[in-house]
């Protein structure tokens, strides 16, 4: 009896133990419940004030929810402040260059400065390799490896970049070019000016295909689409139009017609890249001030990453704000005019280059 009546009063106790501490963790789970409350709210408020987009997309109002928009938030604006100190450090190295015309001398010294992966990567993205997916696949090496090296040669001074939009991103992908210490290199590492650089490396290739035989393909597969094609050979003052500087020729002049059954008349440009410079930023100087777009045709893939990287640098040079919209396709993948891949190259005057 006695036993039985001890053993009552210790599960009296255990009851009384485990009564007060159920009720504790109810009150800290109804705290936490409340902290959790709170945060959720706080987080949703500087949601709404600082990122409104991300706030207007939740799929649904839990705190996990507002955690990941935030960090997404936050994210891009890492991102956006790196972009900003790349540009500050590329307006230095800008303003060193724009002094004076670099010597090849101070060339070749900024050139022992780099590493033996750097004056390979600054080779290739000379040739033509000027994107991060296509270096980093020509050195073989990781995309992240790639895209640092890139950068790294856009602070020393040798490349500029710009960001294009493709129709697969938006957002925009970089493209680099030499800026004038990067001209002087090419003469440096591959013995020959910039401008020579691009028909020298296709021809080395096997992918070289000259300007006359570039229209005369262009002409064929376009007639083959359907279209009414009158060559610069066939009559030159259909493929001519004037700007400010004079007149430009066309190499080919494609009859479109459009979806309100008028037939338009779009001029198309053939580039062996064996054109210098100069004489593209002619030639897109001309489509800019007339049409704000151009239609190209060049001799293979490589070559059209080139086209991109010389209107890139044209771009740049102009020192102005500008939108000018490229469709570059090569010869073999020729279609319908309006499948041709777009590049839209886009030159804001920031504040940090009007000072």
Known sequence: MFRKRAREE????LLIQYRELLEKLQRENSELREALEDARRRIEAM???FF???????RDRSLDEAIRLLADGLDSWRRELQERERALTRLKALKETCIEVPDLEKVRDKLRQLNEAEIEALKLALMGYCTTRSLSEEMGIAWKEAESILEDLCGRGFLEVLRV???????GIPVFFPSPYGEAASKVLLSKPWNLVHAEVLKDKGMYVGNSELIRRAEVRL?????KVVTEFDDPSECSFQYSKGVHRADLAVYVNSQKRQVMKIL??????SNPVSQVSKMLDAYYEKFRRIFIVVGSRLARRMMVQRACYWAWRRKEELVMELRVESIDRLNRLESMPKYVLTRL???????
């Open 223 to 227: 007639r083959q689409s359907g279209y």
């Open 52 to 58: 409104p987009d991300l706030y207007a997309k939740r």
């Open 349 to 355: 005057t920031s504040r940090i280059f009007k000072n």
């Open 10 to 13: 210790e599960y009296r106790t």
């Open 268 to 273: 198309v440009e053939c580039e062996s890249m």
């Open 165 to 171: 939009k493709t129709g697969r991103s938006s957002r």
């Open 47 to 49: 949601l709404k004030l």
